[in-house]
Nanobody, 120 residues
Framework: QVQLVESGGGLVQHGGSARLSCAAS????????MGWHRQAPGNQRELVAR???????IYADSVKGRFTISRDNAKNTVWLQMNSLKPEDTAVYYC??????????????WGQGTQVTVSS
């Protein structure tokens, strides 16, 4: 089991910055990737950024150049630095982790979400 707890959400100004944190606990040694998704009302949950075990990162086109994902070496914490925020970035942001399990499969875990609201 992996538990994920997000923090750092809140109200920010258009053009401002925020930093989200996700603390992982439990069976973290087998985590292969961690990332952030977001979901606005009426929309599907979408990938924002992901960082893999080898340090490779991917970003949604909509946040490329504005957001940066990072993590510590022990995979205890992952951060999402968000700059040049726009009102369309307003959403609930969810931390996610993927790990291998004993039968060779993969399992995905989700945090509870943290609200980010960007004022116009």
């Amino acid at each position: 089991q992996v538990q994920l707890v997000e923090s750092g959400g809140g109200l920010v100004q258009h053009g401002g910055s925020a930093r989200l944190s996700c603390a992982a606990s439990g069976n973290i040694s087998s985590i292969d990737a961690m990332g952030w998704h977001r979901q606005a009302p009426g929309n599907q949950r979408e990938l924002v950024a992901r960082i893999f075990d080898d340090g490779t990162t991917i970003y949604a086109d909509s946040v490329k150049g504005r957001f940066t994902i990072s993590r510590d070496n022990a995979k205890n914490t992952v951060w999402l630095q968000m700059n040049s925020l726009k009102p369309e970035d307003t959403a609930v942001y969810y931390c996610n982790a993927v790990r291998t399990v004993s039968d060779g499969g993969l399992k995905t875990y989700w945090g509870q979400g943290t609200q980010v609201t960007v004022s116009s």
